[in-house]
T-cell receptor, first 116, second 119 residues
Framework: AQTVTQSQPEMSVQEAETVTLSCTYD???????LFWYKQPPSRQMILVIRQEAYKQQNATENRFSVNFQKAAKSFSLKISDSQLGDAAMYFCAYRRVRDGNEKLTFGTGTRLTIIP | GAVVSQHPSWVICKSGTSVKIECRSL??????MFWYRQFPKQSLMLMAT?????????EQGVEKDKFLINHASLTLSTLTVTSAHPEDSSFYIC???????????????FGPGTRLTVL
């Protein structure tokens, strides 16, 4: 079974600084998707970034980028120029490509605090 | 694009009553919808996967007779918590997977959640 591990229950960063959230996963599949979702206090889950395992290039979305290390099964999220609105729970998630129902497996989350 | 709504956003009910929660994809078709439960300060726990026109697939440990799921159309799935008890109090979140060919990122889009409190 696939597992996703987020070893940092809480992180904090000074506004405008850079922070990296860690995520590791375990799978025997060679093709899969990885995601980072953000859950602000409103509880609305928001997709931050998506990475396809077959792509070597790390995904980027504006201030958000990932460091995808397939051999190490590591998928960290870097937030640059942190803003107050980035404060939220961040969940790393995994999804098989070949799973017809495409279930997401979530990590336990990292609570990110932005210090003004 | 890719907006998912849930109704109601919160509900309080008496023990023993049933509660229905609706999940709608507003601007896209969703062949598959998912229902999650989230306890305070915890991650999302998948309860069941709902495919339009067929029976839902429940995760291990989830009582299908207690949590009834109906995926009536490509834009609507409902979760009914039957004979609710205080231990069913939780935050319930649905998500919808975009059907192919709609020009959206292939992922799950989440509703805003429903907070259920059973007295």
């Amino acid at each position: 079974a696939q597992t996703v591990t987020q070893s940092q229950p809480e992180m904090s960063v000074q506004e405008a600084e850079t922070v990296t959230l860690s995520c590791t996963y375990d799978t025997s599949e060679s093709d899969y998707y990885l995601f980072w979702y953000k859950q602000p206090p409103s509880r609305q889950m928001i997709l931050v970034i998506r990475q396809e395992a077959y792509k070597q290039q790390n995904a980027t979305e504006n201030r958000f980028s990932v460091n995808f290390q397939k051999a190490a099964k590591s998928f960290s999220l870097k937030i640059s120029d942190s803003q107050l609105g980035d404060a939220a729970m961040y969940f790393c998630a995994y999804r098989r490509v070949r799973d017809g129902n495409e279930k997401l497996t979530f990590g336990t989350g990292t609570r990110l605090t932005i210090i003004p | 694009g890719a907006v998912v709504s849930q109704h109601p956003s919160w509900v309080i009910c008496k023990s023993g009553t049933s509660v229905k929660i609706e999940c709608r994809s507003l601007d896209f078709q969703a062949t598959t919808m998912f229902w999650y439960r989230q306890f305070p300060k915890q991650s999302l726990m998948l309860m069941a996967t709902s495919n339009e026109g067929s029976k839902a697939t429940y995760e291990q440990g989830v009582e299908k007779d207690k949590f009834l799921i109906n995926h009536a159309s490509l834009t609507l799935s409902t979760l009914t918590v039957t004979s609710a008890h205080p231990e069913d109090s939780s935050f319930y979140i649905c998500s919808a997977r975009v059907a192919r060919g709609q020009g959206l990122t292939d992922t799950q889009y989440f509703g805003p959640g429903t907070r259920l409190t059973v007295l």
